[in-house]
């Protein structure tokens, strides 16, 4: 398994944007599942959202739909996490993993599925004013 790396947080206002990067430099992102999932403080990890190796089908957690876009650079090998209209409760930790392409996205996201990466050291969002 092997960690990904994460970066693009920070601490925003609330209604604020960012936008967070996930990428490794052992294999191409391209050819499977990612997903993105968050922590909060004395909470368990939660599927963000998730996309799937040919960008066909997404997933988004019900608390983020309309908000948040996940799509990926494959020149780059990385896939985003794009976040708009930020809430403070969606401060946490943000990680991302990888899953076979053969996995849906909601078994990834729902499930916590990630059978080609561990976990990282995620990237701390927070959402204060």
């Known amino acids: 398994q092997v960690p990904f790396v994460e970066s693009g947080g920070g601490l925003v206002q609330p209604g604020g944007s960012l936008r967070l990067s996930c990428t490794t430099s052992?294999?191409?992102?391209?050819?499977?599942?990612i997903g993105w999932f968050r922590q909060a403080p004395g909470k368990e990890r939660e599927g963000v959202s998730c996309?799937?190796?040919?960008?066909?089908?997404?997933y988004y957690t019900d608390s983020v739909k309309g908000r948040f876009t996940i799509f990926r650079d494959n020149k780059k090998n990385t896939v985003y996490l794009q976040m708009t209209s930020l809430k403070p409760e969606d401060t946490g930790v943000y990680y991302c993993?990888?899953?076979?392409?053969?996995?849906?996205?909601?078994?990834?996201?729902?499930?916590?599925?990630?059978?080609?990466?561990?976990w990282g050291q995620g990237t701390q969002v927070t959402v204060s004013s």
């Open positions: 996309i799937d190796s040919s960008d066909s089908k997404t």
């Open positions: 993993a990888a899953e076979s392409p053969f996995t849906g996205v909601e078994a990834m996201c729902v499930q916590g599925r990630h059978q080609y990466s561990s």
């Open positions: 052992d294999f191409t992102l391209e050819y499977y599942t």
